[in-house]
């Protein structure tokens, strides 16, 4: 996916930027959810990941299970913040839904599969 490619918004975007960070958006032609992570902030990425799955499984973060119980969120943060330049996407499915999470904060959760 390009970034910053323009997306639909629905009742689940706060803003009218889909890129803004933190903001979940809906792309209804690819069926999929959107956000970017503020690298900037202190909170690692794995919590925006969760909470990305959460806001299209309609779910509360609490209830979900664990994301380590899927992927270590550790080596995650550690493997995305630490690329550069190098352009890096991890992609891994969780509890049926594909996300495929980028170096650049990109956090993209596609419909179930």
């Given amino acids: 996916m ?3 490619q323009p997306i639909h918004n629905d009742a689940n ?12 958006g809906y792309d209804p032609q690819t069926k999929s959810y959107h956000t970017r992570h503020d690298w900037e902030s202190d909170e690692p990425i794995s ?17 979900m299970e664990p994301l380590y119980s899927v992927i270590n969120p ?3 943060e550690a493997l995305l913040s ?4 190098t352009d890096i996407e991890v992609q891994f499915t969780y ?7 980028s170096n650049s904060g990109d956090i993209i959760v596609h419909e179930p599969i």
């Fill in 2 to 4: 390009r970034k910053n």
């Fill in 13 to 24: 975007t706060v803003g009218s930027d889909p890129w803004v960070a933190d903001k979940v």
């Fill in 47 to 63: 919590l925006t990941v969760v909470r990305t799955i959460a806001v299209a499984a309609g779910s509360s973060p609490e209830t």
């Fill in 74 to 76: 550790d080596e995650l």
């Fill in 82 to 85: 630490s690329a550069g330049e």
């Fill in 95 to 101: 509890d049926r839904w594909p996300v495929t999470v």
